[in-house]
Every structure is written in structure tokens, then in C-alpha cells.
């Protein structure tokens, strides 16, 4: 399934979920799924709602602190943390984790964002170290001519595309 969210204001809200095809020999009917969850539902329910106590126990005594700092959804990253822990999971583990989706979120905003596409073509083309000294009609013309030589994009059937280098600021700051 194809990632149906790729403004990065979204992604940043979410959890990308990478999945694997399941093989032909493992795939089942739902009606099968749906008898095998009603065996398992008071089970589920109840383990659920253990989780749930030991969550707000903690919450209760002022929750945990995260050490290198919040990201955009503190309180969610807080008692999933918590909820990890309660699980059985190692310290810090659900944060790590998360932590390594937020880069995926931010590389699937970058491929879908041509603009982003054409400023990281050309900070890679770019010695390190070197600063990036233009006006912003160089700076436009520039990332226009990379998306259309370079990345084989077609500027004018865009919309997002700036239409102006004064435009230009605007779309780099909603890309960042």
C-alpha cells in the first residue's frame, strides 16, 4: 500500500507502518480472522486493560522523563514510552524506534516534495564546507533548471512549484 499522506505537516502527526506481503500459503479468510479474534478478544481485553492500570500508576506519580528532548507529539511519545515499559520493552526502546520513523517521515516528505528534491540535488552537488551565496532569483532559476534537467521534472505541470523567486521563500519554509 502506497503512502497516501506526504504533506510533512501529516506525516509528522503520524506513524508510518511498513509491511510485508503476506505469502500465499499464510493468507486467510476474514471470517476465519474474525473467529480466531472472538476466541482471543477477552484475553486481549484484559490484558489491555492491565496495561492501562499500570499506565496511569505511573502517570499518577508524574510519568517519566525523556531525556534527549520532545519531538511534536510529546504527550503520545510519553505513554507510548509508558505503555512499552509496561510491556515488557527495554527503556528507551519505543523512543528509539520512533525516533528512527520520524527519519522515514522525513524522507518520504522530501521524495514528495519536488522542490525538496531539487534543493537536496543540490546541496549534494555541492562541496562541503561551501556556503550557498545567492540572490533569490539565482537561487529560483537554479533549483528550476535542476528539477528539469537533473530530475526530469516537468516545473510548469506543478502546482506547489513556485512561480516567482519572491514565491520561492514561502515553498522552502513549508518543505522544511
Same mark, same amino acid.
Given at each position: 500500500?502506497?503512502?497516501?499522506?506526504?504533506?510533512?505537516?501529516?506525516?509528522?502527526?503520524?506513524?508510518?507502518?511498513?509491511l510485508?506481503r503476506?505469502? %500465499?500459503?499464510?493468507?486467510?479468510?476474514?471470517?476465519?480472522?474474525?473467529?480466531?479474534?472472538?476466541?482471543?478478544?477477552?484475553?486481549?481485553?484484559?490484558?489491555?486493560?492491565?496495561?492501562?492500570?499500570?499506565?496511569?500508576?505511573?502517570?499518577? %506519580?508524574?510519568?517519566?522523563?525523556?531525556?534527549?528532548?520532545?519531538?511534536?507529539m510529546?504527550?503520545?511519545?510519553?505513554?507510548?514510552?509508558?505503555?512499552?515499559?509496561?510491556?515488557?520493552?527495554?527503556?528507551?526502546?519505543?523512543?528509539?524506534?520512533?525516533?528512527?520513523?520520524?527519519?522515514?517521515?522525513?524522507?518520504?516528505?522530501?521524495?514528495?516534495?519536488?522542490?525538496?528534491?531539487?534543493?537536496?540535488?543540490?546541496m549534494?552537488? %555541492?562541496?562541503?564546507?561551501?556556503?550557498?551565496?545567492?540572490?533569490?532569483?539565482?537561487?529560483?532559476?537554479?533549483?528550476?533548471?535542476?528539477?528539469?534537467?537533473?530530475?526530469?521534472?516537468s516545473?510548469?505541470?506543478?502546482k506547489?512549484?513556485?512561480?516567482?523567486?519572491?514565491?520561492?521563500?514561502?515553498?522552502?519554509?513549508?518543505?522544511?
Open positions: 500500500i502506497n503512502l497516501a499522506a506526504t504533506k510533512a505537516d501529516l506525516l509528522d502527526r503520524g506513524i508510518i507502518v511498513q510485508e503476506i505469502p %500465499k500459503e499464510r493468507r486467510r479468510k476474514l471470517q476465519e480472522i474474525w473467529n480466531d479474534f472472538e476466541i482471543l478478544r477477552p484475553k486481549l481485553l484484559a490484558y489491555i486493560f492491565d496495561i492501562l492500570v499500570k499506565v496511569l500508576q505511573i502517570k499518577q %506519580k508524574g510519568g517519566i522523563k525523556i531525556s534527549n528532548g520532545l519531538n511534536r510529546a504527550d503520545f511519545e510519553e505513554y507510548a514510552e509508558i505503555i512499552a515499559r509496561c510491556m515488557g520493552y527495554q527503556e528507551g526502546e519505543f523512543l528509539r524506534v520512533y525516533q528512527d520513523n520520524i527519519g522515514v517521515q522525513i524522507d518520504e516528505a522530501i521524495q514528495a516534495n519536488p522542490l525538496s528534491m531539487a534543493v537536496m540535488e543540490l549534494d552537488n %555541492k562541496d562541503d564546507g561551501d556556503e550557498l551565496d545567492k540572490t533569490p532569483t539565482e537561487l529560483y532559476l537554479e533549483l528550476n533548471d535542476i528539477a528539469e534537467t537533473k530530475l526530469k521534472i516545473i510548469q505541470k506543478i506547489s512549484w513556485p512561480k516567482t523567486p519572491n514565491q520561492l521563500s514561502r515553498r522552502l519554509t513549508e518543505a522544511q
